[in-house]
């Protein structure tokens, strides 16, 4: 698993040993870093399950403004601690270890994000529900864009969102959603 582009290309990236987290595959990585290659740039990233932390740190790379990186996790978050260390990013990282619908109910009125990640335990089946807590709490900037990953071919919706891109990559779906201008 590595950086693939922008300021820490080829960073070699740590992750969890056994199955607590599920790092996205390179393929599909680069695949939603393509759906979102003009919305990255000075943009603040949520990434609510951040695992390793790949995915918010490609961000970060590619030139995000910050990143909000939320594990509940402890090993986890080590893990993407570390991670943001080795690639020189720790500086626009802000690293928060709790549990999701904890980190969403605080974060209102406090934070609002350009782009969020959501790629949950599959197993939880729960992007419904942050969907709606990311609308309901404020979270989002107009326009901004979330991925959903599953292993289920949900093509996931909210009013007030709009689907811009639902594809499949192997066993996995991506759904990309945004939120519609105000």
Request: aromatic residues 6%; contains cysteine.
């Amino acid at each position: 698993m590595r950086i693939i582009t922008g300021s820490a290309k080829g960073a070699k990236l740590e992750t969890l040993d056994g199955l607590d987290t599920r790092p996205t595959a390179e393929r599909v990585k680069e695949s939603v870093f393509s759906m979102l290659q003009f919305e990255i740039e000075n943009r603040r990233v949520l990434d609510l399950f951040a695992g390793s932390g790949q995915m918010g740190l490609e961000a970060l790379s590619r030139g995000a403004l910050s990143c909000t990186f939320v594990e509940k996790n402890l090993d986890a978050m080590a893990i993407v601690k570390k991670n943001a260390q080795k690639t020189r990013l720790i500086d626009r990282c802000k690293i928060i270890n709790v549990d999701y619908k904890d980190y969403l109910r605080g974060a209102r009125g406090r934070d609002k994000f350009d782009i969020v990640i959501l790629d949950p335990p599959y197993s939880m089946k729960i992007i419904p529900e942050i969907l709606d807590s990311l609308v309901k709490f404020g979270l989002l900037n107009t326009n901004a864009k979330i991925v959903c990953e599953s292993e289920d071919d949900t093509e996931y919706s909210h009013e007030g969102l709009e689907t811009v891109r639902h594809s499949k990559y192997g066993r996995v779906y991506i759904t990309l959603l945004s939120k519609k201008g105000e």
